[in-house]
C-alpha cells in the first residue's frame, strides 16, 4: 500500500511510523523545514518539505498511484482542501481528514443524514472526505466504553459481542501468579484466553511456557458477564460506579456527559443495553471556567454542575468528591489529568481514568497509579488504520506501544485460509486468531485448533504490527 500523510507532527509521525514498520510505502509531507529534517532522522520513508495542499507537490510525492491520503495538518481547512483537490482529480484514492472544529464534524455528518439519498451511490463524499476523524470524538468512545465495563482496565470489544479483551494487572495474591499459562486450567474452569502478556515494559505473544508474574499484565478474553470473576482471579475487583466525576466540561466532557446522561431518554431499551444513567447513579462535571459550567448547567439539568478548582482540597471535600466511585480526567491539559487522577484516588476515590497524549505518557500515569489510561493520538491513529485496511478490515486496536495490533477482519472468497483449520495455520509468535463468528450468527466462538474458517467469516486476531499487513492478506486479502 501507498499512502501520502500531509502533516508530520506527532499524529503524523506516528502513523507513518506503524506503516512503515509493516512494509508499506510511505510519503510524509510538511512545509516546515527543522520538523522535517528532525523526521528524516527517525523514519525509513520519503519525507518532502513543501506545502501538502499544493497538487504539483501532491503528484511529485506520487499522489497518482497512492491508495490512500491522510490529512494531519494543524489546520482543519488545510486537511479538508486539500482531500476536496484530490477528489477532484484522483476521486478513486481513499481520502481521510482530521478535523477538530467540532461544528464541520457534526455538520458534516448531519448533511450526510439529511441528503442520504443524494449521497448514495456513487455520487461523491462530502468535501471529498471518505472519513472524517475527530479526536474528541474518539476519546470520548474510547473512555465511555471503559466507563461501560467497569473502569477496572482498558477494555478492546468487538462488534456488540459479550466478548472483549480485558488488561489486567496480576496482584501478588492472584493464584495465577508464578504460574505458567498451560497450567491455566487447572487453576480455573473460566472461559478465559490469554492473547496479549506485558512485562518488563515488553509486550508480546504469549506461550504455554509464559509465567504469569505479580506485576505483569495480562490481556484476558472473555465474556463481559465472566469479566468480574476473571478480575478477582487475577487479584483485583470490579466495584459498581453509582457516583461519577467527569473533570473538564469542554468538548470531551460534555461529549461524556451526554453519553453517559442523555441516552436514558431515548426510552427503556437503553437502559437495558446499560446505555445512559442507571436508577441511583449521579454524575457530577467540575470545570474552573463559569462559563462552560453554567452551559453543562442548563444542557445536564439531571447532574450536578460545580464551578471549581479540582485541585482544591477543600473544594472537593465540600462536594463530596473523595466517596466518588469513579473520577474521569478528560481536560485539554492532559499532563495535569493524570497527576489529577492519581491525585483524586489519594483523597479517596476509588478508581480513575485519564485522558493523555500518547501511550507513553500512559504509562507514566498507570505507575501514578491510574486504572484506566485512554491514549488521545493513540485512539486517533488506531481509527486511521481501521479505515486504511479495506472493506475486510472492520477495526484495529493497537497494544500499547503499538508492538501489537488486534484486527478485526472477514474471510473473503479469495482468502487462502478459507476451508483450512486453525491447527494447520499456527504461527508462533507472529498471530493468533482469537474469535470466530461464522457467517449469519450473532454471536463468536472462541477458536481452537479444529475450528474451519469460511467464506464471510468474522475473525479477531492479533498479530505482531510488523507482520499484520502480511497476515491481513492471508486471512482476509484485505489487498484485492
Known amino acids: 500500500m501507498k499512502v501520502v500523510i500531509v502533516g508530520a507532527g506527532f499524529t503524523g509521525v506516528q502513523l507513518a511510523r506503524l506503516l512503515v514498520n509493516e512494509k508499506n510505502q510511505v510519503v510524509l509531507i510538511d512545509n516546515d523545514e527543522e520538523v522535517t529534517r528532525h523526521v528524516v532522522d527517525r523514519l525509513d520513508c520519503t519525507v518532502i518539505t513543501k506545502d501538502g495542499n499544493n497538487l504539483d507537490n501532491l503528484e511529485e510525492a506520487g499522489i497518482a498511484k497512492a491508495d490512500a491520503l491522510v490529512c494531519l495538518t494543524d489546520s482543519d481547512e488545510v486537511n479538508m482542501i486539500t482531500c476536496s483537490l484530490v477528489d477532484s482529480v484522483y476521486p478513486d484514492i481513499l481520502k481521510i481528514a482530521r478535523v477538530r472544529n467540532y461544528a464541520y464534524y457534526v455538520n458534516t455528518a448531519a448533511a450526510k443524514k439529511s441528503h442520504a439519498n443524494a449521497f448514495s451511490g456513487n455520487h461523491r463524499p462530502l468535501y471529498g472526505i471518505d472519513y472524517m476523524i475527530h479526536p474528541d470524538v474518539e476519546a470520548a468512545d474510547a473512555i465511555v466504553q471503559a466507563v461501560e465495563n467497569g473502569a477496572v482496565s482498558n477494555v478492546v470489544t468487538f462488534d456488540n459481542s459479550v466478548m472483549q479483551i480485558n488488561r489486567i494487572t496480576i496482584g501478588a495474591d492472584s493464584i495465577l501468579a508464578g504460574h505458567k499459562l498451560m497450567e491455566l486450567r487447572q487453576l480455573t474452569d473460566l472461559a478465559m484466553f ?15 511456557n509464559t509465567v504469569m508474574e505479580p506485576g505483569g499484565i495480562l490481556g484476558v478474553l472473555c465474556t463481559k458477564e465472566d469479566t468480574a470473576k476473571v478480575l478477582e482471579l487475577c487479584g483485583s475487583k470490579q466495584k459498581e460506579l453509582r457516583k461519577i466525576a467527569i473533570i473538564g466540561a469542554g468538548r470531551i466532557g460534555t461529549l461524556l456527559a451526554t453519553k453517559l446522561i442523555e441516552p436514558r431518554k431515548l426510552g427503556m431499551f437503553h437502559l437495558l443495553a446499560g446505555k445512559g444513567l442507571k436508577n441511583g447513579q449521579k454524575v457530577t462535571l467540575i470545570d474552573t471556567d463559569s462559563n462552560l459550567a453554567k452551559i453543562a448547567s442548563e444542557r445536564f439539568p439531571e447532574a450536578n454542575v460545580c464551578c471549581g478548582d479540582a485541585t482544591d ?18 481536560t485539554h491539559n492532559h499532563e495535569l489529568n493524570m497527576v489529577l487522577a492519581a491525585y483524586l484516588e489519594s483523597l479517596g476515590v476509588k478508581q480513575s481514568i485519564s485522558l493523555v497524549n500518547s501511550s507513553a505518557f500512559a504509562s507514566i500515569a498507570e505507575k501514578l497509579g491510574v486504572d484506566v489510561t485512554v491514549a488521545l493520538r493513540d485512539v486517533i491513529v488506531d481509527s486511521i488504520m481501521s479505515h486504511m485496511r479495506g472493506k475486510a478490515v472492520k477495526e484495529i486496536h493497537t497494544i500499547t506501544n503499538g508492538e501489537l495490533e488486534i484486527i478485526e477482519c472477514e474471510i473473503s472468497d479469495a482468502s487462502k485460509v478459507k476451508g483450512k483449520k486453525m491447527k494447520d495455520l499456527a504461527d508462533p509468535g507472529k498471530f493468533l486468531v482469537l474469535l470466530d463468528k461464522t457467517a449469519g450468527h450473532t454471536e463468536y466462538d472462541i477458536v481452537n485448533g479444529e475450528t474451519v474458517f469460511h467464506t464471510g467469516d468474522h475473525l479477531v486476531l492479533i498479530a505482531q504490527a510488523e507482520y499484520s499487513s502480511k497476515v491481513l492478506e492471508f486471512f482476509g486479502n484485505v489487498s484485492e
Open 194 to 208: 490469554v492473547a496479549y502478556v506485558e512485562f518488563d515494559g515488553k509486550t508480546s505473544l504469549p506461550s504455554g
Open 313 to 330: 482540597e477543600s473544594f472537593l471535600r465540600e462536594e463530596g468528591i473523595p466517596d466518588y466511585d469513579l473520577a474521569i480526567c478528560a
